[in-house]
């Protein structure tokens, strides 16, 4: 985008013009450097320090009290273990469903919830509820309903007579109800976030679409959607960052069971810290965090790279 | 008792503060604290962190409140922990952070050995009734040759309980081999559809690892050398019988479909009703949930009875369990006023305050202990095994290396997503880390 000429077609793209070339020359900030120093100490004792710190006992072997140096066997363990390294797998799966249903789900009804419908703001308020209620609440609940044999859920399904499955004992299953429970509980911030989106696109575009003849389903490819894109990007990268580090969901319904099958990265890294295995607690920890990093930075560089060149 | 502890507790610390902030004003030598309370003895406030399993709890407060009565300037603060691998997790960090209660109940043996108890604990050797603690018990918390705990309770035993009316109705013998356990298995399913021959509770997955702990009786019977060798990395589970046994065993009674239908989500509770009422017949479990039985089925607390683990020949011995059991920590500023309450632990009395608070568990391990002449089924089909001598320790208390995931493996065996020999293999792997982590030779 370097015509700047014409005036800026789209809030998206005005926000993203490189500013004018010359820029006010610096000035000598009328603060001194210090007022810097308060942030500074606690940001580097709370987060700096114990993550470097986590670092160095990801290569030792850490009991209660003292610490042996073991190089890499940590993440050669972590990797040879089969269940060790099936979470990791999990947590991809996991990530990856629950934040492509959220775009998907969040968009849809993003649009349905800013269309003109009866009681709009109360079914806005029943999409967000979900996400005030504590995870923990949420998935005590969930495991309740979705019990085999006495929960809600299939004794509904019995009534008209299907055989409901075991959803969160069945271990093909197991990962993907607690999935299902996560989208239901973090859909309703994905739609706020488009309908934030939805509400900011102008009026203009919808009246000359319309001018040309163009329906329902053509405003939305052709309008909505690619408009939608940096609430996508936005959405995106928070619900993935959520998806691979969760952990409270899991842990209330599953605790990572039956056997392993719903182990993710963050359910295995504490179970390892309960057994007193904190040299391998903490090579996990700093395998999520490298994980989490390789799949974020570059995919938040790609999604904002195609929101410039628009 | 807990709760009107906690209400006393904030009030007392209040006053405690405010003591502290009047010896500061006015700069005297003593304390008020001995003179306002009128009492001889200078009162004393000692914290005490237990599991909140019901036999626990039963257990402190009836000897916290007995001991509160002969000892008026003492008050006892219980507060509780979640059990199971939560709870050690709140114990070790606790104690590595120095903020543990002046006195606290844990397990014994391996678990008790992964606290570096030279570190963390004060040894109590040196408290007066220490000698009436039983040898047996004292080996379960000695490392170094110091012993740090005072028993909790009594003794348990792992093994099979069953429901003793539906063998009489069928005619069933209590089996001594693993062939005549299965064949009754096959004459209950025979018989009576709607019975579970076998119980398995996955709700609560440590349960899942009966049919391996339960079985080590059988193991050491048949190789009394096996856990000196295990712990030296010499035998594994995967090696084949005797040791690998119990998980065939599992896998056996789930291929041929004898577990309980709900085993997936069912809980202790659920499966000492079953066996309670003839839902289901054989629960593998431990003697301890015995209260579920007083608590949640009174009436059928005779119906259940107890025989070991059956193994490949006659004869098996209980596999048995120590007792939980108290601890100080190094850090505790009242080490003394905590041992006199130990020292007082470890006396018949206190036992009878025991038996009375939750009824006859099992034998002490205390000198001089007894027991009332008529027990319970399950206690009385328990006793003749250790008046026999025909126990064996549990392979925790013989060994220090315990895997932190034999419950889930033996869950995925009892589910049928995973085979008996791949499952042994699998907690070879698992156990390495622990024994690694206890720098222990030739791992």
């Known amino acids: 985008m370097t015509d700047t000429h014409t005036p800026a077609p789209t809030t998206a793209s005005a926000s993203s013009e490189p500013p004018p070339k010359a820029r006010p020359p610096k000035r000598k900030s009328m603060y001194p450097m210090w007022f810097y120093a308060p942030a500074g100490v606690i940001y580097t004792a709370l987060f700096v320090v114990p993550t470097f710190a986590s670092f160095y006992f990801s290569l030792t072997r850490w009991t209660i009290f003292d610490s042996e140096f073991i190089g890499l066997d940590n993440f050669r363990t972590f990797f040879s273990e089969p269940y060790l390294f099936d979470s990791l797998v999990n947590t991809i799966i996991y990530a990856v469903v629950t934040s492509a249903a959220k775009v998907v789900i969040g968009l849809l009804l993003a649009v349905f919830l800013s269309s003109q419908i009866i009681a709009r703001g109360y079914l806005r308020s029943v999409i967000f509820f979900p996400t005030l209620v504590s995870a923990v609440g949420v998935g005590v609940t969930f495991s309740v309903l979705m019990d085999p044999f006495d929960g809600l859920i299939n004794n509904l399904l ?71 894109k940096p609430a996508t990007a936005t959405v995106i990268i928070l619900s993935l960052i959520g998806g691979l580090r969760s952990f409270d969901l899991i842990w209330t319904m599953t605790k990572g069971g039956p056997g392993f099958s719903s182990d993710v990265l963050a359910s295995v890294v504490y179970k390892q810290y309960q057994a007193g295995f904190y040299g391998l607690s903490t090579a996990g920890n700093v395998v999520l965090f490298l994980l989490v990093a390789a799949i974020v930075i570059p995919l938040f560089w790609f999604l904002n790279r195609k929101q410039v060149e628009q | 008792m807990t709760f009107r502890n906690r209400r006393m507790a904030f009030p007392a610390m209040l006053a405690v503060s405010a003591i502290g902030l009047a010896a ?30 019901e036999l626990t709890i039963g257990i402190a407060e009836a000897l916290v409140a007995a001991y509160e009565e002969a000892n008026p300037n003492v008050t006892i603060d219980i507060e509780q922990r979640p059990g199971g691998t939560e709870g050690d997790n709140v114990v070790k960090t606790r104690l590595q952070t120095g903020d543990m209660s002046d006195i606290f109940i844990y397990n014994a043996g391996s678990l008790f050995q992964a606290l570096a108890p030279g570190q963390t604990l004060t040894p109590l050797d040196d408290i007066e009734n220490y000698d009436a603690v039983s040898d047996t018990f004292k080996a379960g918390v000695t490392v170094d040759g110091a012993a740090y705990g005072v028993p909790a309770g009594t003794a348990m035993g792992g093994g099979v309980m069953y429901n003793i009316p539906l063998y009489e109705e069928l005619g069933l013998e209590v089996p001594t081999t693993w062939d005549e356990f299965m064949s009754n298995n096959a004459a209950i399913a025979e018989a009576k559809p709607d019975v579970a021959p ?11 690892q009966l049919f391996v702990l339960a079985d080590f009786g059988n193991v050491i019977a048949a190789d009394p050398e096996w856990a000196d060798k295990y712990t030296a990395n010499e035998v594994k589970y995967a090696d084949g019988p005797p040791a690998i046994n119990g998980f065939q065993h599992l896998q056996d009674v789930a291929d041929a479909g004898y577990l309980n239908e709900d085993f997936p989500t069912a809980g202790v509770p659920d499966g000492m009703r079953m066996v309670a009422l003839g839902e289901g017949a054989h629960y593998p479990m431990l003697t301890f949930a ?15 009875g107890l025989f070991a683990m059956p193994g490949d020949s006659g004869e098996s011995p209980l596999t048995s369990w120590l007792s939980s ?110 024994a690694q982590q206890l720098g222990l030779e030739g791992w």
């Open chain 2, 24 to 53: 500061c004003s006015s700069g005297g030598e003593e304390g008020p604290a001995a003179s306002a309370s009128g009492d001889t003895a200078e009162p004393v406030e000692l914290s005490m962190l237990i599991d909140n399993g």
């Open chain 2, 290 to 304: 015995f209260t579920e039985l007083q608590n949640n089925t009174p009436d059928n607390v005779n119906d259940v």
């Open chain 2, 325 to 434: 059991s108290f601890y100080i920590p190094a850090s505790s500023e009242h080490a003394d006023a905590a041992k006199d309450f130990l020292s007082w632990v470890a006396t018949p009395e206190a036992c009878d305050v025991q038996t009375e608070a939750v009824g006859a568990q099992g034998p002490y391990f205390v000198d001089g202990c007894t027991l009332p002449d008529e027990v319970p089924q399950m206690i009385a089909d328990m006793l003749p095994y250790f008046d026999a001598g025909n126990t064996a320790p549990a392979l925790e208390f013989l060994s220090p290396v315990k895997g932190p995931a034999l419950e889930n493996i033996m869950v995925e065996v009892g589910s049928g997503i995973r085979g008996a020999e791949d499952a042994a293999a699998y907690y070879d792997e698992d156990v390495k880390k622990q």
């Open chain 1, 158 to 228: 019995a009534k008209v007579g299907i055989d409901g499955p075991g959803w969160i004992t069945d271990p093909d299953m197991a990962l993907l109800s607690v999935a299902a429970v996560d989208i239901w509980r973090g859909v309703g911030i994905a739609t706020l976030i488009y309908i934030a989106g939805i509400v900011a696109i102008p009026q203009e575009y919808f009246e000359a679409a319309r001018v040309d003849g163009a329906n329902a389903f053509r405003n939305f490819w052709h309008i909505t959607l690619p408009l939608m």
């Open chain 2, 198 to 208: 076998v119980v398995q509770t996955y709700g609560e997955t440590w349960t899942s």
